[in-house]
């Protein structure tokens, strides 16, 4: 039985009954002396009680910054709107990115396409209104749409029945907005004179009071620019932790065997360890401290700005559900935390995300509906992005128009509704592919690509520049040696121990590799525009591993 129709048997048997008997038996049978017309509009047989959808996204809002994900900063408790998602509906351990950063994943998400597919690899590219599937099928389906806050993704989002969307990035305080008017795209804007976390959500709840169409349902992708870097939190969260020491994770200063063995020049850092880029030097830190103390400041005022600026996109959040809980519509609303992908917080001393390592490659993703979900649930199921957009279509009954799709436009995933009630189905995946293209591109991350399972996690860095595939300051871009990386996330869940120089991991190497192997093929990411980086995959081996 589809999701909504299981939900709503009572509602659907109600609006069949007063739609297909007619008015006539009410009439008579609570002794209206009138026979209404049957012309006549019925409000009540006419209001589609089918689940509104309230979307949230933030961006770069890692996990480790999430109270109920249980990291180190917990303690904090820096999040208690946005954990009230988790403890009254369910919490996804495993959900991730398959190529983190902000313009490919959330074309992914709009798609249920991976970036090679929807062609969407890296920051330069848009996303064809074509493959606006989540809009353009929630909209078929009979749902009131709009998009609000950071869209990122350059053309017009005009599938949606509203939007007003920041441009690019955005910025934090006193945002300009795109919105929808008489002049071409992009030039009808407005100006708010607020913090931007604030002002996305004074328009969110502005739409949600005053929008048109209220006999629908709505659909929302509420979409934050914080905490986003530089991290600029709105001037009431000045002082919050100002007197706290937050807590750093260990790899910070003893980075183990982690990385590639024996190098560790790659990925801007908290510390001074990269020379060109690191956290220190957006933070005004005094660059003749010592090394240790550098760390130090560096990593307190990072994560001080960074979890100010959470905040902020917390309290907004609980404004959101303050409104649907006064508006009565709580209950009758799915309403999905999650952000575009994850982020460093200082763990292995690496800022930024784009790494396939745990905290750039999780996304958070808590969802509560109550009469679906069960609450407090936490589910490990390996789930990506992907699978967004088949989840979103199937809770707004979508999932009927998803055969009229062009074979360019087919979904790759698969919708994890059942896996959200408890019934995850008995084929499901049980690994994640991922990719990053921008090859050394702003945090000197070299290209990648990978595959994680409920145990163990291998990545393959080719470190090529591709055609097309690089972005901002190309020349000093240039080719890196190929390496891999192997961890045991049972093990060695902080991954800790690049295992690719033990010998004991061989066969456990090759099994991975088989399995990458056909995850790229399954994807449709065989290279084949870039044989050479398929031949380096094939061909180089850590000599342990042969
Ligand atoms: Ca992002």
């Known amino acids: 039985m589809p999701f909504f129709e299981a939900a709503f048997s009572r509602n659907s048997i109600v609006r069949v009954y ?60 820096p999040t208690p709107n946005i954990d009230r998602l988790a403890i009254e509906g369910v919490r996804l351990a495993n959900c991730f990115c398959t190529n983190s950063i902000c313009t490919p994943s959330r074309a992914t998400i ?18 064809d209104a074509r493959k606006h599937t989540v809009p353009r099928l929630i909209k078929q389906a009979g749902y009131e749409t709009a998009m609000i806050g950071k869209w990122h993704l350059k053309v017009e989002p005009e599938l949606f029945d509203f939007y007003t969307v920041l441009p690019g ?28 976390s604030d002002a996305i959500t004074d328009i969110s709840l502005k739409w949600l009071k005053t929008r048109k169409q209220k006999a629908k349902p709505f659909f929302l992708m509420h979409h934050f620019k914080a905490p986003h870097d530089d991290f600029e939190n709105a001037e009431r969260y000045d002082f919050l932790y100002q007197d ?6 260990k790899s910070l200063r003893e980075r183990g065997d982690h990385g590639p063995i024996g190098r560790d020049s790659y990925g801007t850092s908290v510390s001074n360890r990269n020379k060109r880029r690191n956290m220190g030097m957006h933070m005004f830190v005094d660059q003749t401290l010592d090394d240790d103390q550098y760390t130090t400041e560096s990593y307190q005022r990072y994560m001080k700005k960074f979890l100010r600026t959470v905040k902020g996109v917390d309290d907004n959040v609980g404004r959101l559900l303050d409104h649907l809980e006064e508006s009565g519509e709580l209950d009758n609303t799915i309403i999905i935390y999650t952000s575009d992908q994850g982020f460093m917080l200082g763990e292995h001393d690496y800022i930024d995300k784009r790494w396939m390592y745990e905290e750039s490659l999780r996304m958070p993703f808590l969802v509560r509906y109550p009469k679906q979900f069960k609450a407090g649930t936490v589910n490990e199921d390996i789930i990506n992005n992907v ?69 163990f996690k291998l990545i393959f860095f080719y470190g090529r520049k591709l055609k097309d595939q690089w972005y901002y300051n190309p020349d000093r871009v240039s080719d890196t040696e190929p390496f891999w990386e192997l961890y045991d996330l049972k093990n060695d ?21 088989a399995d990458l192997y056909a995850a790229r093929i399954k994807a449709g990411d065989t290279d084949a525009e870039f044989p050479d980086v398929q031949k380096l995959f094939e061909t180089v081996t850590p000599p342990a591993m042969k």
């Not at 597919?117 to 330069?124: C, F, Q, Y």
């Not at 008489?182 to 804007?189: A, C, D, E, I, Y």
């Not at 706290?244 to 994770?249: D, G, K, R």
């Open 244 to 249: 706290e020491t937050i807590p750093e994770p």
């Open 110 to 127: 709009l798609s249920g396409q991976y970036s090679n597919v929807n062609g969407v690899t890296t920051l330069i590219q848009s996303l």
């Open 493 to 513: 869940p902080q991954e800790m121990n690049n295992l690719v120089d033990d010998p004991a991991y061989a066969e456990k190497f090759r099994e991975l590799k």
């Open 387 to 455: 699978d967004f957009c088949p989840t979103l279509l199937e809770m707004a009954g979508a999932d009927k128009f998803i055969d009229q799709l062009e074979p360019d436009q087919a979904l790759q995933g698969r919708s994890f509704v059942s896996n959200l009630i408890g019934n995850t189905p008995e084929d499901w995946p049980t690994s994640s592919y991922y990719r990053y293209w921008m090859h050394m591109a702003h945090h000197d991350n070299p290209a990648h690509f990978g595959i994680r399972n409920q145990q």
């Open 18 to 77: 007063l739609n297909q008997t007619a008015i006539l038996f009410i009439a008579l049978s609570i002794g209206v002396p009138q026979v209404a017309s049957a012309d006549e509009p019925d409000t009540d047989a006419d209001e589609d009680k089918r689940p509104n959808i309230l979307y949230i996204m933030s961006d770069d809002h890692t996990s480790t910054g999430i109270g109920c994900y249980g990291s180190r900063l917990a303690y904090l408790n």
């Open 169 to 196: 990035q955005g910025w934090y305080h006193n945002p300009e907005f795109r919105v929808r008017g008489s002049k071409p795209w992009p030039k009808n804007t407005m100006r708010v004179n607020k913090h931007s």
